[in-house]
């Protein structure tokens, strides 16, 4: 991005306190971290159908998620910010090119998920903070996001933070139930 310092996308460590009291620390995985968050996605996929993968399609090879996480850390277009207790990975949100086009280069995407135990103590927002001001470093313009149409809770801190419905994909997800869900599509403008 024009006038943006180029530098890897490396989150300092910090410590936040949640609601509850409870103490973590905030920082980008890195390559030790793989075990950690294959079990945290594979915990996180178990939990709910609010995220577009099955437990069984969670990436398990400890290389394969290695080389991923190195990716993240050496990109200066991606962020990954993850939140640990006493080592584990209870939630994670990350910052993402949606592509390297000219045309497009000034969006970008945001995943964030939390292991429910931790749900309903001010991590979604905490994460969502860091996730809009590292976005804002690398320079982009937009930041862009979808959910299940039912999955209100995460709607509304998304509204708190300032996103808006712009699209809603009808029948986009397909459980194996046979149930289907809309997709709703929110962005937020950075500049």
Known sequence: MKGIEVRKMR???????????TKCIL????????????DFLKTIAEETYFLSRYPEEVI??????KEIIQEVLSSHRD?????????????N????????NLKTKHRSGLGIAIIKRYWNKGLGN????????????????QIELALFSNNEKAKHIYEKHGFEVWGIMKRAFKLKD???YHEINMRKFLK
């Open 60 to 65: 398990t090879d400890l290389d394969k998620e």
């Open 27 to 38: 920082r980008s995985p890195n390559e030790d971290d793989a075990k950690e968050m294959i």
């Open 178 to 180: 046979g149930t289907y």
């Open 11 to 21: 989150f300092k460590e910090k410590e936040i306190v949640l609601k509850d009291g």
């Open 93 to 100: 949100v990350g910052v993402r090119a949606l592509n390297s």
């Open 79 to 91: 962020v990954m910010i993850s939140v640990f207790i006493n080592g584990e990975i209870i939630g």
């Open 126 to 141: 905490i994460l969502m903070e860091e996730a809009l001001k590292e976005a804002e470093k690398m320079g982009y313009e």
